[in-house]
C-alpha cells in the first residue's frame, strides 16, 4: 500500500518550508530531500526543512493555485517537532 506521499508523485504540489513555498510536479521523495519540476527547472528541498507538502487542485495551472485549500495535504512534522 502507498504512503500518502507517494500517491503524490507526479502531481502538482506546494511544499512549505520555514520561509518559502515551492510549486510544482512531486518529482521524487527519499529520506534525505524532495525532488520537484517546477517551472523555473528543478527543485531539490532537504526534508529537514519542510513543513508541509500539499495536492494542489488539478483543474488550477500551478500559477495561479491558491495557498488556502490543504485538501490532499501532507504534514512533515509530528507535534514534537520530529518527522516520521
Sequence with gaps: MQSPLQKMID????VKTGDVAY???LVEVTEESVCLMAK???RQIP???IVTIDLLPEQEPVAEAGEDG???SVDFKDDDGSQD
Excluded at 502531481?11 to 506546494?14: A, E, R, T
Design 23 to 25: 510549486r510544482g510536479k
Design 40 to 42: 523555473t527547472g528543478w
Design 11 to 14: 502531481k502538482q504540489v506546494l
Design 70 to 72: 490543504r485538501e490532499g
Design 47 to 49: 526534508t529537514d526543512r
